[in-house]
């Protein structure tokens, strides 16, 4: 019964302090359950299904399984969430997609994360104007990491987050 009391506290601690949505990432993030349940994608389809659905997107996914279940660092899963849920964010609200594409695969010594949609790419590359390019370059940089982002030929807008494999454990 103390246990759940606690636990009750914390929940309400973190409520409390973070925006609507967020406490389910950060349980999600800090969970070190071994199952589906607990993996990246898995939590990327969860947190937008519906709004694929609603904003008429088909999202394919491309994930190495045996890579991804090696993402148990509490600081990368959470870094790598973030990562994804910003880049997935902007490409719904700003490029007129009709389908994204969200991979994760090994390249050399390397994680990489990429987020593909077929829309109308992007303009002004501009940092200073809004936090999301910032952002996903500070959530690469912590985990000694890097991220690109460009307009593609073919249409649409590329994100990539290179990380390497030494930091998804930590």
């Not at 950060?26 to 199952?35: A, G, P, Y």
């Not at 994360?113 to 200073?128: C, Q, R, T, V």
């Not at 390019?133 to 649409?156: M, P, V, Y």
Request: charged fraction near 20%; aromatic fraction near 8%.
């Amino acid at each position: 019964l103390q246990r759940k009391i606690q636990n009750t506290e914390y929940y309400i601690f973190l409520k409390m302090f973070l925006p609507d949505g967020k406490i389910n990432d950060v349980i999600w993030s800090v969970s070190t359950k071994q199952s589906h349940v607990s993996l990246l994608s898995t939590r990327i389809k969860d947190c937008f299904v519906n709004i694929f659905d609603a904003a008429g997107i088909k999202c394919t996914y491309e994930i190495d399984e045996n890579l991804e279940t090696g993402i148990t660092g509490l600081k990368a899963r959470k870094l790598l969430l973030l990562f994804a849920k910003e880049a997935i964010n902007n490409a719904i609200k700003h490029s007129g997609a009709s389908s994204i594409r969200f991979s994760i695969q090994k390249s050399n010594d390397n994680l990489l994360m990429a987020i593909k949609d077929n829309g109308k790419g992007i303009g002004d590359l501009n940092f200073d104007k809004g936090n999301g390019l910032s952002n996903l370059k500070h959530r690469a940089d912590q985990l000694n990491g890097h991220f690109s982002i460009e307009t593609l030929k073919s249409g649409g807008t590329l994100v990539e987050c290179m990380i390497p494999l030494t930091s998804i454990s930590l």
